[in-house]
C-alpha cells in the first residue's frame, strides 16, 4: 500500500509546526522526554432491521495529545485545537500535570530504548476506501442481504451491519522519531432469527465472518471471505438449529473451527499474557493473571502443539500497525512456545521489568484524549508446520465428540484460569463423522487443563484470522480492535455443559 494513500486532508494539518511547538515547549520546562499524538479518527456505522435502515451515524474525532516525562514521572495533556500556540500550551499543562503528581507517585519512569525512525509512513493493506463509498451504495448492498434472507423459509427476522473505521496518527517526540500512518478497519455483521411462536421462543443464526484490516472491498467479494455462499447457507444452518437435540452434559472431544477458537484464545492467552495485567495494574477493574511472572519459563501453559505468538504486522490484523504509540516498530514475537510460557505483551514502560532492550511495541491510545497504555496484539496460534492437517482428518481421529463452529457467548475469571464458551453451531460427532447439529453447548475448563488436552492442530490450509472491534481495558475505558489467527484444533476429554440445564 504505497504511503501516498494516506488522506490528504489530514497530511495538509500543520503537524510538523504542532509538534515542534509542543516539544520544544516541553524542553524548554524540562522534560527529559516529550511526544506528541496528532489523530483523527472517522467511524461509520449502519444498521439495518429487516430490510429497513434503523440507524446510521458518523464520528469525527480530532485533537492533539502531549505527553511528558519529567523527573520521572509522566504527564498528559490534550485538546482539540490544532494550533501551534494551543500544542505550546497543551505541553505546558502536561508540565504541570507531571509536576502536581510527583510527591504522590510512587514509582519513577523507566523506559526501554529504541532506535529513531526519522519521517517514516505507513499506510495498512486495503483496496477500496470505505468512506469513498456512497453511503447509498452500503445501504443497497446490506438491503439486498437482508432481502435475500427474509425471503428464506423459516427466518423470520433479520440483523444486518457494518461499522467501519479509518484512523490516522501522527507521532513525534524528542528523541527525533516522526511517523505518519493510515489505517483501515470494518466489519459486516448478519443475523438470521426464527420465531418460535406456539412455544414462545427463538433461535438465531449469525454469519462467522470476522472483522478485518480491509476496505470496502471485503464485503464486494474480493477480501477472502465468501458473502454470497454464507447468505445461502445461513437459513439451513438455522432451520436444522431450530430442530437439533440438546446436548447432553459430559465429557468429550472437540474439535474447534478457528471462528470459536480465536475468542478461547482472546480471553485466556492473549489478556493473561498482557503484562500490566500479569503485576497486578489491572486488578481495580478487567483483572489480574494467573500467568504471573515468576513463571515465566516454567509455566506450562498447554501441550508441546502450543505456539502462540503476539503479532503487530500479520496483513490484515486489527492491531496490525507499522510503529506503536510509544514511536516503537512493530514485530512478532513469542508468548507459549512447546506449550510453556516464554513472553508477554509490553510497551517501553514495562519492557526494563523483564529485564529486555526494547519493547515489542504495544501501546496503544484510542483517542488523542486518551493516553497511550498497554494494549493486545494480534495473538494467535501456529498451525502444524510439518503437515497440512484438515478439520476432516482431525473429525475423523474422534469418535464421541463436537465439532464447534462460531463464537456467540462466553465467561472467564478475573484471573483468565476458569472459563466457559458457546458458539454458533455444534455438530455431534460419532465415529469420525458429523452427525447433526446439537444445541444448548458450552465448553468449560481450565486455562491450562484446556490448552493442555490440544492433541493436535490443523495445517496452514485452516488458519484464518477473527477477531473484535471492541476489546476493553482501563479505567477511564479504552476501546482497541485486536484479530487473534489459528487452525482448526483437536482437544481431548473437555467438559461439556448443556446450558438449558445450567440456567434451571
Not at 115 to 134: L, T
Not at 243 to 260: K, M
Request: hydrophobic fraction near 40%; proline fraction near 5%.
Amino acid at each position: 500500500m504505497p504511503a501516498d494513500r494516506i488522506d490528504p486532508e489530514f497530511r495538509a494539518l500543520p503537524l510538523a509546526a504542532l509538534a515542534d511547538a509542543a516539544l520544544g515547549r516541553a524542553r524548554e520546562l524540562g522534560a527529559q522526554h516529550a511526544d506528541v499524538r496528532v489523530e483523527r479518527i472517522l467511524s461509520q456505522g449502519i444498521d439495518l432491521r429487516d430490510g429497513s435502515v434503523s440507524a446510521v451515524s458518523d464520528t469525527t474525532t480530532l485533537g492533539l495529545a502531549v505527553r511528558v516525562i519529567v523527573d520521572g514521572v509522566w504527564g498528559f495533556a490534550s485538546h482539540v485545537e490544532l494550533t501551534s500556540e494551543r500544542a505550546a500550551a497543551t505541553a505546558e499543562r502536561a508540565v504541570v500535570v507531571a509536576r502536581t503528581l510527583a510527591p504522590v507517585a510512587v514509582e519513577r519512569v523507566e523506559r526501554a530504548g529504541e532506535p529513531v525512525h526519522a519521517d517514516v509512513e505507513w499506510v495498512s493493506p486495503y483496496e477500496v476506501d470505505p468512506f469513498a463509498v456512497p453511503t447509498r451504495e452500503k445501504i443497497a448492498l446490506l438491503t439486498e442481504w437482508s432481502q435475500r434472507l427474509l425471503a428464506a423459509d423459516g427466518v423470520d427476522h433479520v440483523r444486518v451491519g457494518v461499522a467501519q473505521v479509518r484512523e490516522h496518527k501522527f507521532y513525534a517526540d524528542t528523541a527525533g522519531t516522526r511517523t505518519l500512518q493510515q489505517r483501515v478497519r470494518i466489519e459486516p455483521s448478519i443475523t438470521a432469527t426464527a420465531v418460535d411462536r406456539a412455544a414462545g421462543g427463538f433461535e438465531t443464526m449469525s454469519s462467522t465472518a470476522p472483522p478485518v484490516g480491509r476496505g470496502w472491498e471485503y464485503l464486494t467479494g474480493h477480501g477472502g471471505w465468501d458473502f454470497d455462499g454464507e447468505l445461502a447457507v445461513i437459513p439451513e444452518f438455522l432451520a436444522e438449529r431450530t430442530s437439533a437435540p440438546s446436548v447432553q452434559a459430559g465429557t468429550y472431544d472437540l474439535v474447534i473451527d478457528p471462528s470459536n477458537l480465536w475468542l478461547t484464545i482472546h480471553e485466556s492467552v492473549g489478556h493473561a499474557t498482557e503484562y500490566d495485567r500479569a503485576i497486578g495494574y489491572e486488578a481495580a477493574y478487567a483483572g489480574t493473571s494467573f500467568a504471573t511472572p515468576d513463571q515465566l519459563g516454567t509455566l506450562r501453559y498447554g501441550s508441546e502443539h502450543m505456539h502462540v505468538t503476539g503479532d503487530r504486522t500479520v496483513p490484515h490484523g486489527l492491531a496490525s500497525i507499522g510503529f506503536d504509540d510509544d514511536g516503537v516498530a512493530t514485530g512478532e514475537w513469542d508468548l507459549v512456545r512447546d506449550g510453556v510460557l516464554v513472553g508477554y505483551q509490553l510497551d517501553r514502560t514495562f519492557a526494563p521489568r523483564l529485564g529486555l532492550d526494547r519493547s515489542n511495541g504495544c501501546a496503544f491510545a484510542d483517542s488523542p484524549h486518551h493516553v497511550p497504555i498497554q494494549r493486545m496484539a494480534n495473538v494467535s496460534l501456529r498451525p502444524d508446520p510439518a503437515r497440512d492437517t484438515t478439520a476432516e482428518e482431525l473429525i475423523a481421529g474422534v469418535e464421541r465428540g463436537i465439532y464447534v463452529v462460531g463464537d456467540k457467548s462466553w465467561s472467564i475469571d478475573m484471573q483468565r484460569y476458569n472459563f466457559q464458551f458457546t458458539g454458533q453451531r455444534f455438530y455431534r460427532i460419532e465415529g469420525g463423522k458429523l452427525a447433526g447439529q446439537l444445541r444448548d453447548v458450552a465448553y468449560q475448563a481450565t486455562t491450562t487443563d484446556f490448552w493442555g488436552s490440544m492433541d493436535a492442530v490443523g495445517g496452514p490450509s485452516t488458519w484464518q484470522l477473527h477477531g473484535a472491534m471492541n476489546c476493553g481495558k482501563a479505567q477511564p475505558g479504552q476501546i482497541a480492535a485486536v484479530s487473534h489467527g489459528c487452525p482448526v484444533a483437536r482437544f481431548r476429554g473437555v467438559n461439556v455443559l448443556n446450558t438449558q440445564e445450567e440456567a434451571r
